[in-house]
């Protein structure tokens, strides 16, 4: 990808997230605002970042393309740590038969859900996949997302879980956002696995998991831990060897029963546990013991209409949350973080300045990349966003609107609303 070398000039104020690993309890309010802030990216880096009248002193702006942000605040990119967003087809009947009262998990034990998907992903090209995955993130990217995390899990078989992170890999060399590959195999029992969990779980662990670290597809290895789908023992086995093979971990844990996986992540060494919603109180404890990030994702909870996951509970108990969208075809099929700002600060009772930590260095930690990305800081890339309005609290305040006007990636402008059609530049 195309490196550049950017001057951002005169923004009312520089939120720069500052921090190079994730930020839990009180310090995730802290964001480290420079009033009247410049920050220079060279080659990509970012070279420099403070006081206007101090940068302009030490930096030649015609060396730069400069980007005057009078009047508006500028931004680390966000980063989305948990979505599904390659797959085939869509669920859109499904949401109508939950709005008629039918349950989620019982539309997969049915054999629909992600099951359907599984279905329809198996029947979709590499191209299809490929094309409908790089539409998803140019939609991320308007939203001022600069690194994604997607997972695989619409396969349950070798072949198209291979396809799957293929696609992935495809889409991180093509499209200016990263992709960080999670590992979903353990997603959902297939029809033909139905008490046979355990042996769909070996196959997985022993025969797909070994090949998928060979070609050097995923960064992480996750599981959906839940009753009646993968079990904590079958989990454990499974991301223990993932452990072995060199994989990070990541739990989908205790979304819809309260089973343990809060506990598992800590004593497996969790990078994240996800969703969380009926984590247990002794789970919340052992997360912020050992450094777990809680991954919450309130897009899915809305969209279930389950109760939220208990953000303001996790953070007082000293736990780093980390906020994203959960994209995916069938329980949350949203992109919009404008959103997840809403339901995280009107409804999991987190502040505007917790939801923005959430957002940028906690979701790089969650992704193990808070050296890198996360934050406004010299040495890390220059993903940087400029919204149109002069502070960041301008982001919830804007309800369900997003507030980005320019996205900056590796120091290349590359999504610019006033250039007039919101496309990609
Ligand atoms: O994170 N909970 C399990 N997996 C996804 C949903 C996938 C789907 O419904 O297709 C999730 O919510
Ligand atoms: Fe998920």
Not at 326 to 352: H, Q, R, V, W
Request: charged share 25%; glycine share 10%.
């Amino acid at each position: 990808m195309k490196k550049g070398n950017i001057l951002i000039k005169s923004a009312a104020e520089v939120v720069t997230c500052s921090g190079f690993k994730a930020k839990g309890g009180a310090e995730m309010q802290d964001l480290k605002v420079i009033p009247n802030g410049s920050v220079v990216i060279e080659d990509g880096v970012i070279k420099a970042v403070g006081l206007t009248e101090e940068i302009l002193k030490q930096y030649d702006e015609s060396k730069y393309e400069v980007i005057d942000a009078t009047g508006k605040a500028v931004l680390p990119g966000f980063v989305d740590s948990h979505t599904h967003f390659v797959f085939g087809g869509y669920r859109a009947e499904e949401f109508s038969w939950r709005l008629k009262g039918v349950n989620y998990m019982e539309i997969m034990e049915r054999g629909g859900g992600i099951l359907s998907s599984v279905r329809a992903t198996k029947e979709a090209s590499h191209e299809e996949l490929y094309q409908s995955g790089m539409k998803r993130l140019d939609s991320m990217l308007a939203f001022g997302v600069t690194t994604v995390e997607g997972k695989s899990g619409y396969g349950l078989d070798l072949e198209t879980e291979v396809k799957q992170l293929e696609v992935m890999k495809q889409v991180n060399e093509n499209h200016p956002i990263d992709v960080i590959s999670t590992f979903l195999g353990a997603h959902a029992v297939p029809m033909e696995y139905k008490g046979k969990e355990d042996d769909f779980i070996d196959y997985m662990t022993d025969e797909v998991l070994p090949v998928v670290a060979e070609k050097q597809l995923a960064t992480f290895c996750d599981i959906f831990c839940e009753k009646k789908v993968f079990s904590v023992e079958q989990s454990r086995r499974h991301l223990t060897k993932a452990k072995e093979l060199g994989f990070k971990i990541k739990l989908h844990a205790d979304e819809i029963v309260q089973l343990g996986g809060a506990e598992l992540s800590a004593e497996l060494g969790a990078v994240s546990a996800d969703h969380l919603l009926q984590a247990s109180d002794q789970g919340v404890a052992d997360m912020a013991e050992k450094g777990v990030i809680a991954t919450l994702l309130p897009g899915t909870a809305f969209s279930l209409k389950e109760d939220f996951a208990r953000g303001r509970y996790m953070i007082d108990q000293g736990c780093a949350v980390a906020l994203a969208t959960d994209l995916n075809p069938g329980s949350c099929f949203t992109e919009s973080i404008p959103l997840i700002f809403s339901l995280a600060t009107l409804y999991m009772k987190m502040t505007t300045e917790e939801a923005i930590t959430a957002l940028t260095i906690n979701g790089a930690a969650a992704v193990d990349q808070a050296d890198t990305i996360g934050s406004i800081d010299v040495g890390k890339k220059g993903d940087v966003i400029i919204l149109e309005f002069p502070s960041y609290h301008f982001i919830p305040y804007h309800i369900g609107v997003s507030t980005v006007e320019k996205v900056i990636k590796n120091g290349v402008l590359v999504f610019d609303k006033e250039r007039g059609d919101g496309k990609l530049c």
